[in-house]
Nanobody, 115 residues
């Protein structure tokens, strides 16, 4: 089992920044790609950004140029730096981690962009 603990959400004004963190623990041997997804009220969960074990990144078009995903040297913590936040970025953000056998999800952290 892999446990994912997210932190860093909150309320921010439009144009502001937040940094999300997600730490993996437990059976992290063989941990592969990690990423962030989000779900706004009444909408389906969608991909925000992913990063492979080797550091290859992928972003949703809606966040390219504003969000940056990164991973620590131990490859067990993933970060999401969010700049130039917009009201439409408001959602619950979920961390995801992949192993060879299954996908794991964090509990989610709320990000609210509002003036």
């Amino acid at each position: 089992q892999v446990q994912l603990v997210e932190s860093g959400g909150g309320l921010v004004q439009p144009g502001g920044s937040l940094r999300l963190s997600c730490a993996a623990s437990g059976n992290i041997f063989g941990l592969g790609a990690m990423g962030w997804y989000r779900q706004a009220p009444g909408k389906q969960r969608e991909l925000v950004a992913t990063i492979t074990h080797g550091g290859t990144t992928n972003y949703a078009d809606s966040v390219k140029g504003r969000f940056t995903i990164s991973r620590d040297n131990a490859k067990t913590t993933v970060y999401l730096q969010m700049n130039s936040l917009k009201p439409e970025d408001t959602a619950v953000y979920y961390c995801n981690a992949q192993t060879a056998f299954r996908s794991y999800w964090g509990q989610g952290t709320q990000v609210t962009v509002s003036s």
